[in-house]
């Protein structure tokens, strides 16, 4: 966070002299200083962040994969006449614990075409899904593995 406080202060001056890098880390300094007081910030965390970039880097690899191939599967019942969608809900149990975990993977579900998170009480989820051939697998979706390692890290709490 200081390196991007400095970051900023060099880009939105426009130039690098002494002066302003001086300065710049003056502010910089300041300014996470505040951060770390006021605001629950700790060095720790944001070591924690650098840990877990490739985990989110990851993560976000495998949502476009999901999303492209739902699209697919959803453009395949568009575009055929002789499919017909068979919408269901399917109802599982995870066993995540923070309650982030479950929202990335609730809002991961519903950002793939073709399902749609209805419901998150507790470790219980409803899925509507467009097609059975969406529905198969969701259970043991390939996101809650990403998710518990993040867990395990401590990068996901609450």
């Known amino acids: 966070m ?92 995870t066993d995540l614990t923070s309650g982030l975990s479950k929202v990335m993977l609730a809002n991961s579900i519903t950002l793939t075409p073709g399902t749609i998170t209805v419901s998150v009480e507790g470790n219980e989820f409803l899925v509507h899904c467009l097609d059975e051939e969406l529905a198969a697998g969701i259970e043991e979706s390939v996101f809650i593995p990403i998710l518990k390692e993040m867990e395990a890290k401590g990068g996901i709490t609450s």
């Open 2 to 93: 200081y390196l991007l406080f400095f970051l900023v202060w060099v880009i939105l001056n426009g130039k690098i002299t002494l002066e302003i890098c001086l300065f710049g880390l003056a502010i910089s300094t300041c300014l996470f200083a505040f951060i770390c007081k006021f605001m629950d910030y700790s060095i720790r965390k944001e070591r924690l962040l650098f840990q877990l970039a490739p985990l989110f880097i990851r993560y976000f690899w495998l949502l476009v994969t999901e999303i492209v191939k739902a699209n697919l599967c959803v453009l395949k019942l568009i575009l055929s006449p002789r499919l017909q969608p068979e919408p269901c809900l399917v109802h599982f149990t």
